[in-house]
């Protein structure tokens, strides 16, 4: 099966001299459901981040459908940007505006700019819009304001406007670190259910391993900027957990 994406020497050191992340290799290929988990400040975030350059790496290779994603540049970043679908810990949603309007952010980057930017979507677009908000159980909240919803309401529109991307890859950054247990379960349903349907590959952070154990098919274990696991999740074993974690857990 071919790579969806491919991390090779991936380093990042902050301006301040903070060394997030120091060198991390790792595949992951179509249909993976890859949970990455370790402790705080592990490096996590930046290693999302790094991979649709959200954050510049500092060394090191990405590979993205084969794509080098350290050479692309405007309209080709752009381009694989958009098959990368994010989903962020806080949502990262314009409260302010209706459902739909933010899912069809998720549309941006297959519009032309200007379109884009005064909010005119096509007939289809806002179709699609509607037909993704049914499958996360939010038809009738599409005209509601953001900041009328609920935490985990909130998050089914993150995963409504990713999947507006119609993304090859999504990264989901803590999805579910700001929800209460039963929420949180119900977003990693949706999350899991969906990337399995469509036939999504996912790269998951998880603070919580017996969820990251529950539903991943690999679990990549990062530690002070380095991977210190990669394996299924019986091979994730209490040993294992405390060589990730440290005197932390
Ligand atoms: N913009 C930044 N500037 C400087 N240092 C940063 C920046 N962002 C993150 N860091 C540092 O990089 C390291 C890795 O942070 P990162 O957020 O990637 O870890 P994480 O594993 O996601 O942590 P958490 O689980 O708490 O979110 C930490 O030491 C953090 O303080």
């Known amino acids: ?8 020497g991936l380093k990042k050191k902050y301006k301040d001299g903070t ?4 060198g991390i290799d790792f595949q992951v290929k179509e249909g993976e459901f890859v949970a990455v988990i370790g402790p705080s400040g592990a490096g996590k975030s930046t ?44 949502f990262n949603l314009i409260p302010r505006v209706t459902v739909i309007d933010n899912v069809l952010n998720g549309r941006l980057g297959y519009t032309g700019s200007l379109a884009g930017a005064l909010g005119i979507f096509s007939r289809k677009d806002r179709d699609f819009a ?21 935490g985990g309401q909130q998050q089914r529109v993150g995963i409504a406007r990713a999947l507006a991307q119609e993304p090859k890859l999504i990264l989901a950054d803590e999805p579910i670190a700001s929800l209460d247990p039963i929420t949180s379960e119900n977003i990693m349903e949706y999350i899991y259910n969906i990337c399995r349907e469509d036939g999504i590959t996912c790269l998951i952070n998880l603070h919580q391993v017996e969820i990251a154990k529950r539903y991943a098919t690999r679990i990549i274990g990062i530690r002070e900027g380095k991977k210190v696991f990669d394996g299924t999740p ?16």
Request: some cysteine; aromatic content about 6%.
């Open 19 to 22: 060394f997030a992340l120091r």
């Open 234 to 249: 019986d091979e994730l074993t209490r040993e294992v957990i405390r060589s990730i974690y440290g005197q932390q857990k």
């Open 47 to 90: 290693l999302m981040r790094c991979i649709n350059r959200l954050v510049e790496p500092s060394e090191g290779k990405i590979y993205f459908n084969g794509n080098d994603m350290m050479k692309a540049n405007g309209q080709k970043l752009r381009q694989h940007r958009r098959e990368i679908g994010m989903i962020f810990q806080n």
């Open 1 to 8: 099966m071919q790579a969806v994406l491919e991390v090779i």
């Open 130 to 150: 509607l037909e993704i908000l049914a499958r996360v159980g939010l038809a009738d909240k599409a005209l509601k304001r953001v900041d009328e919803l609920s």
